[in-house]
């Protein structure tokens, strides 16, 4: 058991296929293996996983903060991944819209979550905006 709450909805994220898990289960085949990602599902856009390393944002990130007034997530990276190159993938729920995106690059949408590319900057932090969606009533 792995003590998820029953009225709780989770992302369940591929690290290696790099891709969003929908359906009632996975099947693996032989003498394989899967790294997946489960983390529950905000109301808000929020950094589901990086490319950067296995543990998909726990070593690489120092930071993740939402602003609601904003509509801006701020995701900082610690100074030893600053030199690398990798993909963020944010999930976005219906009810936002990518707005702008500062130190990385829209790569594509797969489903509610929108990949990044981050390349090497000297600057620690991706900025991303969004507006509120003709499906929100706010």
Do not use: M
């Not at 009225?7 to 996975?26: E, I, K, P």
């Not at 109301?43 to 993740?64: K, R």
């Not at 991706?126 to 507006?131: G, L, W």
């Amino acid at each position: 058991a792995l003590g998820l709450e029953n009225n709780v909805s989770y992302y369940h994220w591929s690290f290696w296929n790099w891709h969003l898990l929908t359906g009632a289960g996975l099947v693996l085949s032989p003498r394989s293996a899967e790294l997946i990602l489960i983390k529950e599902r905000r109301p808000y856009p929020d950094l589901l996983s990086t490319n950067l390393h296995f543990s998909q944002g726990d070593c690489e990130i120092s930071e993740v903060v939402w602003s609601e007034a904003e509509k801006i997530l701020r995701i900082s990276l610690h100074e030893d991944y600053l030199p690398r190159s990798g993909e963020l993938a944010i999930s976005v729920p219906a009810t936002y819209q990518l707005k702008n995106v500062e130190n990385a690059s829209y790569l594509r949408t797969d489903g509610e979550v929108i990949i990044l590319k981050r390349l090497p900057l000297k600057f620690p932090e991706v900025k991303i905006c969004f507006t509120k969606s003709a499906l929100s009533s706010n």
